[in-house]
C-alpha cells in the first residue's frame, strides 16, 4: 500500500537559516511525491512534484525537494528561511484509486520560523 | 489560474440536521475530490468523482454521500449531521487524464455540529 510519513510534527528554525521538512513514502511501483503548503485557515497550495528525471525538484517560492530512492526520501528544503514561511507543510504521494489515482497525504510538519 | 471556490468558509449546524457542502472549479477538470482534515490526522480522502455522475468511496465514506450533477461542481452531503463530523473539509480538483497531475484545492469550510 502507498503511504508517507512526516517524522516531525514541529519543525522550528530561526530566520536566514536552511530549513528541511522531511518525508518518507513507500510505494509499489514508481513513485509520484508532491509537496504542499497550508498558511493559517487557508486550503492548501501546491509547491513542487517529483515524477521522474532529476532527483532535485525546485518549487515555488524557493523551496525545494531531493529525491532519494535508496533511502526512499523526499525532503523538502529551503535556503534561508523566512518567517512568512510559517505555515503547516504536508508531503503526499500517488494512490492506486480510480483511474487517475489519489493523493495519500502525511499528518503534517509545522514549520516555525522566528525572527 | 485555477479556482476552486467552496460555499461557505465556516457553518455551523444541530446534530441531526442534512448539510450540503457545495464546491466549485472553473478550470473544467474531470476530477473532483472532498477530504476532512484534522489535527494529527491530516487529510483523508471522503470520496471522489472522475467524471459527471461518477463517484467512488475514499477511505472514510461513513455518514456522507455525494453528487455530480455538473462537471464543475461536487456536492458533499451529511445526511444526519453528527458531532464527531465537525471538521474543516477540504475540495479539490485535479485535469485528468494523468497520474502526473497535482490537485488544486479549495480555501475549506470549517464545520462545526453542535
Known amino acids: 500500500a502507498q503511504s508517507v510519513a512526516q517524522p516531525e510534527d514541529q519543525v522550528n528554525v530561526a530566520e536566514g537559516n536552511p530549513l528541511t521538512v522531511k518525508c518518507t513514502y513507500s510505494?509499489?511501483?514508481?513513485?509520484?511525491l508532491f509537496w504542499y503548503v497550508q498558511y493559517p485557515n487557508r486550503g492548501l497550495q501546491f509547491l513542487l512534484k517529483?515524477?521522474?528525471?532529476?532527483?532535485l525538484v525546485k518549487g515555488s517560492y524557493g523551496f525545494e525537494a531531493e529525491f532519494n530512492k535508496s533511502q526512499t526520501s523526499f525532503h523538502l528544503k529551503k535556503p534561508s528561511a523566512l518567517v512568512s514561511d510559517s505555515a503547516l507543510y504536508f508531503c503526499?504521494?500517488?494512490?492506486?484509486?480510480?483511474?487517475?489515482?489519489?493523493?495519500?497525504f502525511g499528518k503534517g510538519t509545522k514549520l516555525s520560523v522566528k525572527p | 489560474d485555477v479556482k476552486v471556490t467552496q460555499s461557505s468558509r465556516y457553518l455551523v449546524k444541530r446534530t441531526g440536521e442534512k448539510v450540503f457542502l457545495e464546491c466549485v472549479q472553473d478550470m473544467d477538470h474531470e476530477n473532483m475530490f472532498w477530504y476532512r482534515q484534522d489535527p494529527g490526522l491530516g487529510l483523508r480522502l471522503i470520496y471522489f468523482?472522475?467524471?459527471?455522475?461518477?463517484?467512488e468511496k475514499g477511505d472514510i465514506p461513513e455518514g456522507y454521500s455525494v453528487s455530480r450533477e455538473k462537471k464543475e461542481r461536487f456536492s458533499l452531503i451529511l445526511e444526519s449531521a453528527s458531532t464527531n463530523q465537525t471538521s474543516m473539509y477540504l475540495c479539490a480538483s485535479m485535469p485528468g487524464p494523468g497520474t502526473y497531475n497535482e490537485q488544486f484545492f479549495g480555501p475549506g469550510t470549517r464545520l462545526t455540529v453542535l
Open positions: 503526499a504521494v500517488r494512490g492506486r484509486r480510480g483511474s487517475q489515482g489519489n493523493l495519500i
Open positions: 510505494v509499489s511501483g514508481n513513485p509520484y
Open positions: 468523482s472522475y467524471d459527471v455522475k461518477m463517484k
Open positions: 517529483y515524477i521522474t528525471g532529476d532527483n
